[in-house]
């Protein structure tokens, strides 16, 4: 089944230990993207990946690393979460340029 | 950078009526505009798209209409079932600009029996 795998699902962590929500896909996509919700913000881009080793900005980078050492995964690393990253985070990936993307199922954090 | 903005926030209708969810864009560059459905606990899944070339696109009941001169698009979800009650998001974004999408902050549909 082709589809985008986030690792936690929930995760409770306490402020400045080190955590890293993995990502993988299946369907061979070169694009990937990092997304976190939060309610009434909608989905805001954290980072993105248009290839192996090839990755930019996006909107609320601040506290967050990602890598793209393989084409299937994109992990997102928080060096040292603080509460202000209590969030959902969802992991995409697609085909296309546009955006047309597949998402995970999302991993919920809290950092207390 | 591009601004989405969705309205309404939320939304109630009756099933078998029809929904429309509105949305706004600043970036006259933008040129691809998807709808996203999102479940109770899932994520979110792209249900129809458009893209600048085309003034209305439609799947069986839903459908998107855009209009670039004002810089507005809408989702159309006629015959409305309980099935159709979530949060749609729509988006927009630059074919070739990095894969950026934009959200637009959600609107939760209710379908009352």
């Known amino acids: 089944e082709a589809q985008v795998t986030q690792n936690p699902r929930y995760l409770i962590t306490v402020t400045g230990k080190k955590l890293t929500v993995t990502c993988s896909q299946n369907?061979?996509?070169?694009?990937m993207s990092w997304y976190r919700q939060d309610p009434g913000l909608g989905l805001r881009q954290i980072y993105y990946?248009?290839?192996?080793?090839?990755?930019d900005k996006g909107d609320v980078p601040e506290g967050y690393k990602v890598s793209r050492k393989e084409k299937r995964n994109f992990p997102l690393i928080l060096e040292s979460p603080s509460p202000n990253q209590t969030s959902l985070y969802f992991c995409a990936s697609s085909q296309y340029r546009d955006g047309s993307y597949t998402f995970g199922s999302g991993t919920r954090l809290t950092v207390v | 950078g591009e601004n989405v903005e969705q309205h309404p926030s939320t939304l109630s209708v009756q099933e078998g009526d029809s929904a429309v969810i509105k949305c706004t864009y600043s970036?006259?560059?933008?040129?691809?505009f998807p709808w996203y459905k999102q479940e109770l606990g899932k994520g979110p899944q792209l249900i129809i798209d458009?893209?600048?070339?085309?003034g209305e696109k439609k799947d069986q009941r839903i459908a998107v209409t855009l209009n670039k001169t004002a810089k507005h698009f809408s989702l159309h979800i006629t015959e409305t079932q309980p099935e159709d009650s979530a949060v749609y998001f729509c988006?927009?974004?630059?074919?070739?600009?990095?894969?950026?999408?934009?959200f637009g902050t959600g609107t939760q549909l209710k379908v009352e029996l």
């Open positions: 970036d006259s560059a933008s040129n691809y």
């Open positions: 458009i893209r600048s070339n085309v």
């Open positions: 990946s248009m290839n192996v080793e090839v990755t």
């Open positions: 369907m061979n996509h070169e694009y």
């Open positions: 988006a927009a974004s630059i074919t070739g600009g990095g894969n950026k999408l934009t």
